[in-house]
């Protein structure tokens, strides 16, 4: 079964400040991996998809990597801003024989960027 | 484009009460599926959908049905709704093909007393 972590659980800097989220997955027979931002009371947002035979995205300050070897994937947030706090969620998708099935979650990191 | 919606945003049930959750697209995305997210546990697949006339069991798809009559809705089903469903419910959609990013709703919040 796809097991997915997320370290740190959370996570409080000051303004500024480059930062860096870690995710890890135990099945490395990945179809994509979503790294997904919400607000407290909200829907998920999707940030960066990377397929399995992708290495990184880049979405404005916000740049994710694949390791699939590993099973790992790193978010890193430059210039972080007090608008980046949120929770972070990590995802993958499981490719099976018939497709694509659902997505397993990391429990998430909870960012503060302090002002 | 509304993208994916979802109805009601909250609701409050007695144990042992039947509803359904609405969820809607007009993205004509192929794929739809449901999720539940509790606190400490995340987001677990409850069932999904890869077409109309075709569902699947994700993680946990006890308690709950599906249908897919339609390419743009999905509605969840709880039969006899007790109060480890209470949860907040996400709907969430995608092409059937690359690179199958995942569009998610507004959720719908529930508690089953």
Not at chain 2, 89 to 96: E, G, L, M, R, V
Request: glycine share 10%; aromatic share 8%; net charge neutral.
């Amino acid at each position: 079964k796809q097991e997915v972590t997320q370290i740190p659980a959370a996570l409080s800097v000051p303004e500024g400040e480059n930062l860096v989220l870690n995710c890890s997955f135990t099945d490395s027979a990945i179809y994509n991996l979503q790294w997904f931002r919400q607000d407290p009371g909200k829907g998920l947002t999707s940030l960066l998809l990377i397929q399995s035979s992708q290495r990184e995205q880049t979405s404005g300050r916000l740049n994710a990597s694949l390791d699939k070897s590993s099973g790992r994937s790193t978010l890193y947030i430059a210039a972080s801003q007090p608008g980046d706090s949120a929770t972070y969620l990590c995802a993958v998708l499981l490719y099976s024989g018939g497709g694509a099935d659902g997505l397993t979650f990391g429990k998430g990191t909870h960012l503060i960027i302090q002002p | 484009n509304a993208g994916v919606t979802q109805t009601p945003k909250f609701q409050v049930l007695k144990t042992g009460q039947s509803m359904t959750l609405q969820c809607a697209q007009d993205m004509n995305h192929e794929y739809m599926s449901w999720y539940r997210q509790d606190p400490g546990m995340g987001l677990r697949l409850i069932h999904y959908s890869v077409g109309a006339g075709i569902t699947d069991q994700g993680e946990v798809p006890n308690g709950y049905n599906v249908s897919r009559s339609t390419t743009e809705d999905f509605p969840l089903r709880l039969l006899s709704a007790a109060p480890s469903q209470t949860s907040v419910y996400f709907c969430a959609s995608s092409f059937d093909g690359n690179p199958r990013t995942q569009y998610f709703g507004p959720g719908t919040r529930l508690t089953v007393l």
